[in-house]
């Protein structure tokens, strides 16, 4: 059996803080895959599964699916194998119990480095209000500071660039009140753990990378 330590690396932040490209750089660094449970949700309500039907109305509305919902779809993709080496959580935690649900799941192994992406709601805003995904492969746009080279195409696979339906102005501000209320208690919760590292993310991405992965990894200095 491999003794090699789990490395999970858990980011967290406001919606629209850079979660999804930040895990999309670390699943190639470190080979390990990215979990986001929004696309989870949102690929159970492009199935028509029963979890799927159960979670759209509360995405739809910018508010948060229920705990025992999100934890088994979690639960289940945690226990695949390709996340033996460990795993990118992106959009999980989002509530206390969940964050308790997943210490029971480490018990005594290493520790998750928890990576917490700060921006202010402003500037979430723009960048929500702006932003396209790919309706194939998911990959993110933003009309000025990311656009696509052909408007409205993906670069990568060519299908067209929507908007979420999420990323209204009305759904965005519940969604930042909901991220106020039950999700950033989560700093204060890592924080206390010191497990807890703040990014500012009024930044290039790759400065933003370069963070995280000395975060991750204080001896590794390739990427400085
Ligand atoms: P995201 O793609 O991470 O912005 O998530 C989109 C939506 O999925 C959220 O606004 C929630 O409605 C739901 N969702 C994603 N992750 C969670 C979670 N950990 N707990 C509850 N709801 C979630």
């Not at 025992?68 to 999980?92: H, M, N, P, V």
């Not at 990311?146 to 965005?172: A, F, M, W, Y």
């Amino acid at each position: 059996m491999s003794t090699s330590p789990l490395r999970v690396i858990i980011l967290i932040g406001p919606p629209g803080s850079g979660k999804g490209t930040q895990a999309t750089l670390l699943k190639d660094r470190f080979a390990i895959p990215h979990i986001s449970t929004g696309d989870l949700l949102r690929s159970h309500i492009q199935k028509g599964t029963p979890l799927g039907h159960q979670a759209q109305k509360f995405i739809e509305k910018g508010l948060l699916a229920p705990d025992d919902l999100i934890l088994e779809i979690l639960l289940q993709r945690i226990a695949e194998s390709d996340c033996r080496k460990g795993y990118i959580l992106d959009g999980f935690p989002r509530t206390i119990l969940q964050a308790e649900a997943l210490q029971t799941v480490f018990g005594n192994s290493t520790p998750p480095i928890v990576i917490h992406l700060d921006l202010n709601d402003k500037k979430i805003i723009d960048r929500l209000t702006q932003r396209m995904i790919c309706s194939h492969c998911g990959a993110l746009y933003h009309l000025h500071l990311s656009p696509p080279k052909i408007p409205s195409q993906c670069n990568h696979c060519g299908n067209p660039l929507v908007q979420r339906k999420d990323d209204t102005k009305e759904v965005i501000i519940e969604r930042l009140k909901v991220y106020h209320t039950l999700t950033a208690p989560l700093i204060h919760y890592y924080s206390d753990k010191k497990l807890l590292h703040t990014i500012d993310c009024d930044q290039p991405k790759e400065t933003i990378f370069a963070q995280i992965i000395t975060a991750c990894d204080p001896s590794d200095l390739s990427s400085q």
